[in-house]
């Protein structure tokens, strides 16, 4: 008999699903990785063998580390004959913790043991080793992602999977952009320019962006009524977020200021609320409170009707991909789940992380999980393509 130091649960086990009717598809759970070696004669195996770890590619790096070994199991020289099968079983009823449902991989050798039939080319229950499960992901719309563009370039547009972490780059920008979000009334990815210096003289400008082209058009440049707080351009503005009904509003970078920005008439009024600003990403709920996330993981949420804001505390710091951590993340949050997903990227240059957190009403937001990979390297923010 193989020696397995580590067994999961019992294939009687992993099949069994909790009552209940089915939830709406999940996204596929992490990769599941295999690591063979060669493993000398000892305790393990008397007369030597191979030695199979296994794990979740938790950073989706395509190699299995130290502390993403889950199991390990032997399979040594000299057990009776078979073909090796690694098995996957997936399914999308809830079970234990995993509200949409599992990826089952199950391991052995097709040697009939337990009652099965050797060499059929079906792992059955008694030819199970040994068996992981991973839950499978919460379904995230597909998002929208810029590069941060200076006045010496313009951005980079780039359609992202989050469930996959597979990006596609669409094309150059004709503006520098700081910040994108979707309208939810037209279903258009809008952006706000920076540095006026460049691509058309726009800086603080509204645009419209053609996600097929990466075309855009300026729809408004947004000033503050005279006599009123503020005077003149609004400037650049770092951050925003749509309402139901299409109201905007936004973070300045001059000033730090909360504004609201009338679409048809380009005139921007103060909000209410003034914070310290820096690498911030904002985004609406479902019932139209915004959430307003800064460099330095302080969370707020504002009611846009008067600008009362309530501080809900600091997210967690992540892993970055050049070794060291921060709370940075631009990005958009699911304003039913309030699932918010951003990047810590800066510029073209540097490598980023894509970050996945769980924001709270009541709370400062957990962090779920962090990706980084090369084809995500230059991203400065993200939004979701529809919600």
């Known amino acids: 008999m193989r020696s397995f130091p580590f067994l999961l649960a019992p294939l009687a086990l992993l099949v069994a699903c909790a009552d209940g009717e089915p939830g709406p598809d999940g996204a596929d759970g992490d990769p599941v990785l295999f690591d063979a070696t060669a493993e000398a004669a000892g305790d393990n195996c008397p007369d030597g063998g191979t030695r199979l770890d296994i794990g979740v590619d ?13 199991e390990t199991i032997y399979l040594c020289d000299g057990d009776a004959p078979g073909e090796f099968i690694v098995d996957t079983v997936t399914s999308t009823d809830p079970y234990q913790g995993c509200a949409y449902g599992t990826v089952m991989t199950l391991i052995g050798t097709d040697d009939g043991e337990g009652g ?8 059955q229950p008694g030819e199970v080793d040994a068996s992981y499960v991973e839950c499978l992901k919460m379904p995230n719309p597909p998002m929208y992602a810029i590069s941060r563009g200076t006045s010496g370039y313009p951005s980079d547009l780039y359609y992202y999977d989050p469930d996959t972490n597979v990006s596609e780059y669409v094309g150059p920008l004709d503006h520098a952009i700081i ?28 645009v419209q962006i053609d996600t097929e082209t990466a075309r855009s058009e300026v729809v408004k440049q947004f000033t503050y009524p005279e006599g009123s707080y503020g005077s003149g351009e609004v400037g650049a503005v770092a951050s925003m977020a749509f309402l139901s009904d299409g109201s905007l509003y936004g973070w300045t970078e001059n000033g730090d200021d909360f504004i609201e920005m009338d679409i048809a008439t380009g005139v921007a009024t103060y909000a209410g609320f003034g ?22 993981g302080e969370t707020f949420y ?3 009707t008067d600008g009362d804001a309530t501080y809900l505390g600091n997210g967690e710091s992540h892993p970055t991909a050049s070794g060291g ?26 490598q980023s992380s894509v970050v996945t957190m769980q924001f709270y009403t009541d709370q400062a937001p957990t962090l779920v999980e962090t990706y980084y990979a090369s084809d995500v390297s230059k991203f400065h923010y993200m939004a979701f393509s529809h919600l």
């Open 58 to 70: 938790a950073n989706l790096d395509g190699d299995l580390e130290a502390d993403e070994v889950a």
């Open 116 to 123: 099965g039939t050797a060499g059929d080319g079906v792992l």
């Open 179 to 206: 910040t994108i979000k979707v309208n939810p009334v037209d279903g258009e990815l809008y952006g706000m320019t920076r540095w006026e210096s460049s691509y058309g003289g726009c800086n603080g400008c509204l």
């Open 275 to 296: 914070d310290s600003s820096w690498s911030h990403g904002m985004c609406a709920t479902s019932d139209d409170m915004i959430f307003w996330y800064n460099g330095n």
């Open 302 to 304: 504002i009611d846009p």
């Open 325 to 350: 951590s921060t709370s940075k993340v631009r990005g958009d949050c699911d304003p039913d789940t309030l699932v918010y997903i951003g990047t810590d990227g800066q510029n073209q240059s540097s």
